[in-house]
């Protein structure tokens, strides 16, 4: 079991990652402060985790769980009310912990859930996707979509503990695994250029789910996000070169109808894009930009844009993107591979161009 | 102008109180930070103020606003997501400010939008009804009703700053302005034994909404309030007096439905509750509470229970209560006028006796 620190003061908290801890009840009976638990998962994720995950609770004295409905199109304000629902039928009070069980919609919601239930009250992510495991169960990010922008409603809001039982990904279907696997990407290329050279030689023990492979994978990640969360929490300026391939990201979720594509999909694309537009900038090599697009293709994620997207679809979904400062557009650029850096002075030629030549109409 | 500072380190706001402050665009300019602002606002008080406010404004660059129906049956997730719909159709960013214009609903709903919108945007408080004055406008506590509880869903989230301009109270209604009196009451129960003499001395003159009276009144309320919160910003510990007769009277106004008794109502009677089951555990005087019988009569404040609520009623309502911690009763009893403690010892047949008292079934 390997375990580290999220350091961020009076709400540090660890991440342990290791190979069956979901029936380890030590881990939980641990770092839960009070006596009921409300956990959240899925209808996929249920009939996988949820048995064991209870019998490793079963030491409280109110343990609960609430299935919400799977995916992306349903992390919206009416599915996090049941999340309330379900507290408040149960009677849940203020000492209750919530325990997140699935990927990163269940996590976003039920941290959310916890932010607010309450004003407050404490929560434990164990996420079971690649995606979550690497990305957004560390940082504290939590909230839902609304019909106009993803993520637009939500808190930064800390666990107290984040469980990541690699055993969970035998499951995981190809696509999701593929999915996570580009925010694994991403971390090599903001801030970790030998870890980019790491995937390079590892990519395909990945894809055939060696665990040795997977667990550093997701170590290194964790590490990295959390180096970058740890000296900006709430994202008043480093913190955002996370959001790397994001905006674009973003605008094709968005555009495509939440859940079509995967967001490690979309962030797929997204990173090449925005990695084109840093070599129009002059800034990295068209070597750099190749290595990204094949390292993409062997993980089997797309390069390119949605073919029905056009060069105004990204420009008007990016205007309401939280990335918009005062009315300027910030993107987070590539200096180097594994240098990111935040940039406010886009062209807006330049940026057209990098859309057309992912394929934007 | 009289001018407080809520003392919560880098959360740290002030609080302008007086005559004529909304037209006065200086307070305004000098406390947004960025260049949009989005006034929330209800159908009642727009006709009253909002113009007046919109022209102190007027220098911003974009400058929107929101109407919710009015009442506390509208706090609710639904109502919450109408500001969403308006920040997201009228692309604010996280840059934007929102100004919360009315009584304590928009206000912990504004306040409770703008700690989710893109987690978290700016917020500025101006209050118009005596009870969001003395109360809701500091500490820092926002959010909305469940159908099964009050306030369930929230987040503690200060302001930018609170401008309080005593000439709003001129419209409003006696009702409000007597629901009002009953937190300015509180003040004096809880922790200020010379300002309960004073109000004692003076409540002829501010329910004849005598200025000056008005004025100190709601000083020494956001003082009295201010001192208790710097203290214990997220309720941890002695901020829970703050709820002397909530209990009581948030089972009130579930029981009732939100919004037939007025908050300022139901607190009314839930203090009365709450002074005879500290005199049944032999702390204050029947003196005392008739002191808070009669001042509260003065007032056109009920003492009494609603006629059709039983004693289950009031359990019932009571075990759902935020104030549960881990299965306890936890009640803000007197020792003495002017000094609450937090009890979790209260013996379950004088809490009965107390209610009887009060005119329960």
């Known amino acids: 079991m390997h375990s580290l620190n999220v350091d961020l003061g009076e709400r540090s908290y660890p991440i342990l990652i290791g190979s069956g801890l979901l029936k380890q009840s030590m881990y939980f009976a641990e770092h839960i402060r009070g006596r009921q638990v409300l956990v959240v998962t899925n209808e996929t994720i249920a009939p996988l985790f949820l048995e064991t995950l209870l019998s490793s609770l079963s030491s409280f004295d109110k343990v609960d769980s609430v299935q919400l409905p799977d995916g992306e199109a349903f992390k919206t304000l009416d599915t996090l009310n049941r999340i309330f629902d379900a507290l408040l039928e149960k009677r849940h009070d203020r000492s ?21 239930y ?15 495991q690497v990305d957004s169960s560390v940082g504290g990010k939590t909230g839902v979509n609304h019909p106009l922008g993803k993520n637009m409603i939500g808190a930064f ?46 990519m395909d023990a990945l894809l055939a789910r060696n665990p040795e492979a997977l667990s550093y994978a997701v170590q290194r990640s964790c590490t990295d996000k959390a180096a970058v969360v740890a000296e900006d929490e709430r994202e008043s300026g480093r913190r955002a070169i996370l959001n790397f391939g994001h905006t674009f990201g973003h605008a094709i979720e968005a555009v495509q109808g ?41 993980a089997n994620l ?32 590539l200096e180097a591979l594994g240098n990111a850096q935040i940039s406010d002075d886009t062209p807006k030629d330049q940026l057209v161009e990098a859309l057309r030549a992912c394929g934007a109409k």
């Open 157 to 202: 809001y800390q666990p107290q503990l984040v469980l990541i039982d690699i055993d969970t990904l035998a499951t995981l279907p190809d696509r999701e695994l593929s999915a996570g696997i580009a925010e694994v990407i991403k971390y090599g290329m903001i801030c970790d250029a030998p870890f980019f050279a790491w995937l390079e030689e590892n």
């Open 96 to 116: 209750t912990t919530i325990v997140a069980l699935g990927g990163g919609v269940v996590g976003d919601m039920s941290g959310f859930a916890a932010a607010c």
């Open 118 to 132: 309450q004003r407050g009250v404490d929560f434990v992510q164990v996420p079971t996707t690649l995606l979550s």
């Open 258 to 298: 939440y859940g079509k594509w995967l967001h490690g999909e979309a962030v797929a694309a997204g990173m090449v894009m925005a990695a084109r537009l840093s070599h129009l900038r002059g800034w990295i090599s068209a070597g750099d930009v190749d290595r990204l697009c094949s390292l993409l293709s062997r």
């Open 302 to 333: 797309p390069q390119q844009s949605p073919s029905d997207m056009t060069v105004d679809d990204y420009l008007q979904a990016m205007a309401v993107d939280k990335k918009v400062q005062n009315g300027k557009l910030r993107l987070v650029l």
